[in-house]
């Protein structure tokens, strides 16, 4: 019997204590001696020159340290090359107080630094600048015909395959069919956390930046080359992050601002944005989508052909995977698939939760339910009907795929067989219409590089690092729980440390590739410790290990034991004691097995259920429950996956309902940048939510078995919603979110 | 012809100098502070940049989201919402007054139990305004508790597990 198997159960999480009291430390909260502050003053213009900088002004007031503006930074790196990000897509990237040119609304243009933060802020109220302005473009759909297929995007961006089969001749061939377009607007990631980087200057000239980021490793190379600094002078630390959803992934201007300013003044200097700043650094581009569906009089797909069009800056080409699901989710031979970018006045959109795929999968889950509907079709049964047994994109096996198990789990769970399928149908005993719909998606299964370091002191206390990121996905948990159960230690003999340039690096937290990267990291890791620490057991006098090899072995219960004979074991602390050592420490890695994988196509799948209540008079929609079923491979944490789903399917209900950066094209500017007008759920929005793990084995995809679970509970969701709404209605709203006016 | 930026353009003849410091005393989760504040200053950077308080949150400063809800006198109110030195002779409880790691308040047990939270950020004004909601005796159904937590933003969404958690520790009141 084992005590110390962690790896599937729901335990709390780790950091729960600190994060419930507010002793966690988020990266505006160290405090540094001596700290300055640093206030951004924004471009109110979209597009033009700054022609002057009154900094002589707010110089003038007792407090303030400098204006720093393009007119005083000093020369720094010169190529394009140094701004490079390891996630920035193919161009130029944005440089801060660069020149006196104005590319975006809300563009960087000064940063007051003073004694106070009471002071910067006021100083950066009155520091007037002057501009000449420029006629701008910040309207896609004035782009309609401008469209352009991107050349290099960014890692992990793959341009659609190419056509297969004879898709427009299918198309008008086949007979049901369908043609539609999906529009939803920009939306901005919006984490609780207001951006900040605490810049401490020491010294020596060294810096240590307290910085909100995904990846501590990226913005400390994107500072080193920046700056000219070196690695052991510039080191980025971010131990808690208060959500990021992808907003975190490229090093911001902030980090760039307080470092500047820090080694200009030889002072630490903390910037904090605004929340109307949190509008300015990226966000999910607006997209349009066109998508053609015919079907057969079987009910199978005889073709479909899925085209989107989104914004990007007029420096850099923004890249995601928009189309390419639709190219392999459901078996069809006949597919063309298009994505084209088109250049607007706005800052370079950026990764938001499921890039790509969460757009992508509302054009085809919404087309998919209209092609249903048009074919006479349950759109389960359709979905069903269409399965997806190999990935038709690249003509691979799956590694594991368990989605049909999703359907027909998903679908008992929620009681679709007691759907009707006309719309306007289903009524609850207040007269409010109900609608039933369904949505879905896939999302992949990858591994990154990542190190990781263990090191076990003689009281049996285990410290397991590596740089990874915890912005609320439970990373020091399931780090915990891999490291403990691999060594068979107690959860509260295990310490994970985590977002610090000092420990072994690993890869940005996104992708939902965090679980399988760093935690086949700290696998490996325990395990080359653990095989340290079977030498040593074996050194012991009269050991019962001796001649065992690491394979005959197994650490369980705070001791190593035979597999064979659990009686022969030796008490690790008593291993530790014996050696003399004072600790024990082994560092290791991780890289994907490519000659596994290589046969292979990995990805998680999802299915979700969704009911609404339509109130007809009001046009108000109330999404009373949901149900998600999931399957991403081996789940580490019951517990925090289930918060990560259920988080997902609050983002999805906001994409639905809610969620929208309005730009008023006149002054190129988002108009509801604030909590108060950009609106997501509130908790009196959120009513049943049900999330279901469907079990999947793989061994293909890593060690653990593990496909993450960031991401993939998003898609389709918003999808799911638009179909139920349509359900309940027999409206077909193909712009979201679906507001108010748009039902009446 | 040159652009007006959003922020407030200074008046010609220059700028009012900012407002002078003076002491202020505070009553914070029992202990007495007295500070050196100008009057501009908000409780809630006072909590954060003058007394190293962090636990209470900055999401907005402009009392949307909640993340700085603090109790006063037992009511939860915004802190960034209003000027520390309104708060004289009036007691001030923030996350840090309600438990500590060592000694949870039921609701920071609770909202460990429920994984009433994910990131954390939002956490202790979550926590407070929780802790406010009991002090009013208003939180009897779940409608109720959803109703009056929703001045309280989650974009991690993690509603479900506030509102289990909340509800847990009103039904043991």
């Known amino acids: 019997m084992s005590t110390t198997n962690h790896i599937g159960k729901p335990t709390s999480r780790v950091d729960g204590p600190a994060k419930v009291t507010g002793a966690a430390r988020y990266s505006a909260e160290y405090n540094v001696p001596g700290l300055t502050y640093g206030w951004v003053v924004s471009s109110p213009i979209a597009k033009g020159k700054i022609t002057r900088v009154h900094a002589d002004e707010v110089l003038a007031l007792p407090g303030v340290l400098q204006v720093f503006s393009h007119e005083n930074v000093p020369s720094l790196a010169w190529f394009d090359r140094s701004y490079k990000d390891d996630v920035a897509p193919g161009g130029s990237p944005f440089r801060p107080l660069h020149d006196n040119e104005v590319k975006f609304s809300q563009q960087p243009v000064a940063l007051v630094v003073a004694e106070s933060l009471e002071v910067a802020r006021y100083a950066a109220s009155l520091l007037r600048l002057e501009y000449e302005e420029d006629k701008h473009e910040t309207d896609l759909e004035t782009k309609r015909d401008e469209g352009f297929e991107p050349g290099r995007g960014k890692t992990g961006w793959m341009p659609p395959p190419p056509p297969r089969g004879n898709p427009d001749k299918a198309w008008e061939e086949a007979p049901h069919r369908m043609e539609a377009e999906y529009v939803h607007g920009a939306q901005h990631h919006n984490p609780m956390e207001l951006f900040a980087t605490t810049a401490e200057y020491h010294a020596d000239g060294k810096i240590t930046a307290y910085d909100k980021t995904q990846g501590v490793y990226n913005v400390q190379q994107y500072l080193t080359k920046i700056f000219g600094l070196k690695k052991d002078d510039c080191r980025v630390v971010n131990e808690y992050m208060g959500g990021g959803f992808g907003a975190g992934l490229r090093p911001q201007y902030q980090v760039f601002l307080a470092v500047l300013a820090a080694l200009e003044l030889?002072?630490?200097?903390?910037?904090?944005?605004?929340?109307?700043?949190?509008?300015?650094?990226?966000?999910?581009?607006?997209?349009?989508?066109?998508?053609?569906?015919?079907?057969?009089?079987?009910?199978?797909?005889?073709?479909?052909?899925?085209?989107?069009?989104?914004?990007?800056?007029?420096?850099?080409?923004?890249?995601?995977?928009?189309?390419?699901?639709?190219?392999?989710?459901?078996?069809?031979?006949?597919?063309?698939?298009?994505?084209?970018?088109?250049?607007?006045?706005?800052?370079?959109?950026?990764?938001?939760?499921?890039?790509?795929?969460?757009?992508?999968?509302?054009?085809?889950?919404?087309?998919?339910?209209?092609?249903?509907?048009?074919?006479?079709?349950?759109?389960?049964?359709?979905?069903?009907?269409?399965?997806?047994?190999?990935?038709?994109?690249?003509?691979?096996?799956?590694?594991?795929?368990?989605?049909?198990?999703?359907?027909?789990?998903?679908?008992?769970?929620?009681?679709?067989?007691?759907?009707?399928q006309a719309p306007r149908s289903m009524r609850d005993d207040a007269g409010k219409l109900i609608g039933w719909g369904i949505g879905g998606g896939v999302w992949d299964a990858t591994q990154q590089k990542s190190a990781a370091k263990a090191s076990i002191t003689a009281d049996g206390h285990l410290t397991v690092s590596s740089a990874a990121g915890e912005n609320g996905t439970g990373t020091y948990t399931i780090m915990t729980q891999i490291a403990a159960e691999t060594l068979g230690l107690p959860i509260e003999a295990v310490t994970f440390k985590l977002g610090d340039t000092d420990l072994p690096e690993a890869p940005v937290q996104g992708g939902s590739w965090t679980a399988a990267s760093v935690g086949t990291a700290v696998k490996n890791t325990c395990e080359a410790l653990g095989e340290k620490l079977l030498k040593l057991a074996q050194k012991m006098e009269g050991s019962p290990l001796k001649g065992a090899k690491l394979e005959d072995v197994e650490f369980v219960n705070g001791q190593i034991r035979l597999r064979t004979d659990a009686s022969q074991a030796v008490v690790l602390r008593d291993v530790l004691q014996a050696s003399g050592e004072t600790k024990v420490e082994a560092d290791s890695s991780a890289m994907p097995d490519m000659l596994k994988q290589q046969p292979y196509s990995m990805h998680s799948h999802n299915v979700v259920f969704a009911e609404v209540k339509v109130d007809e008079e009001l046009g108000t929609v109330h999404v009373t429950r949901v149900v998600n079923a999931v399957a991403a491979g081996h789940i580490l944490n019951l517990k925090t996956a289930r918060s990560q789903v259920l988080g997902s399917m609050v983002w999805g209900i906001s994409a639905a309902l809610m969620e929208e950066t309005v730009m008023d094209h006149k002054f190129g500017r988002y108009m509801n940048h604030n909590y108060a007008e950009y609106h997501v759920p509130v908790n009196a929005d959120i009513h049943d939510l049900d999330v279901l793990f469907v079990e999947e084995e793989d061994d293909i995809v890593n060690p653990l078995g593990v496909k993450g679970i960031g991401e993939v509970g998003l898609l389709g969701v918003a999808a799911a919603i638009a179909n139920a709404v349509y359900h309940a209605t027999g409206k077909r709203v193909r712009d979201l979110p679906i507001m108010i006016d748009k039902l009446l | 012809m040159p652009q007006q930026p959003t922020n407030a353009p200074a008046r010609a003849g220059g700028v009012a100098v900012p407002p002078s410091a003076g002491p202020v005393h505070l009553t914070i989760n029992g202990q007495q502070h007295t500070l050196q504040l100008a009057p501009w200053t908000t409780l809630l950077d006072a909590l954060r940049e003058y007394l190293n308080l962090t636990g209470t949150k900055k999401g907005c400063d402009h009392g949307q989201c909640g993340a700085c809800t603090v109790l006063i006198d037992g009511k939860r109110i915004n802190s960034c919402l209003s000027l520390a030195v309104m708060h004289e002779g009036e007691e001030i409880t923030t996350i840090e007054g309600l438990g500590t790691t060592e000694s949870l308040h039921p609701l920071q047990q609770a909202f460990i139990d429920h994984d009433a939270f994910q990131c954390g950020y939002c956490t202790p004004g979550q926590i407070c305004s929780a802790q406010g909601l009991i002090n009013e005796g208003k939180a009897r159904t779940e409608d109720e508790i959803r109703e009056l937590m929703s001045g309280n933003l989650c974009r991690c969404g993690a509603y479900i597990g506030i509102l289990n958690a909340v509800k847990e520790v009103v039904e043991k009141k």
């Open chain 1, 266 to 420: 030889k002072r630490s200097v903390r910037v904090t944005l605004t929340r109307q700043q949190m509008f300015s650094f990226g966000h999910r581009p607006h997209t349009l989508q066109y998508l053609k569906l015919g079907t057969n009089a079987d009910g199978t797909l005889a073709a479909l052909q899925h085209h989107a069009l989104h914004e990007t800056s007029q420096f850099e080409d923004y890249t995601e995977n928009v189309v390419n699901w639709s190219g392999m989710l459901y078996q069809c031979d006949n597919v063309k698939l298009g994505y084209q970018l088109a250049k607007l006045d706005v800052y370079t959109p950026l990764d938001m939760r499921a890039p790509g795929a969460a757009t992508g999968s509302i054009g085809l889950e919404i087309a998919m339910d209209e092609m249903a509907y048009a074919a006479g079709l349950d759109p389960l049964e359709f979905r069903l009907r269409n399965y997806a047994e190999q990935d038709q994109n690249l003509k691979k096996p799956f590694s594991s795929k368990k989605l049909r198990d999703c359907y027909h789990q998903g679908a008992a769970r929620f009681g679709w067989e007691k759907r009707t």
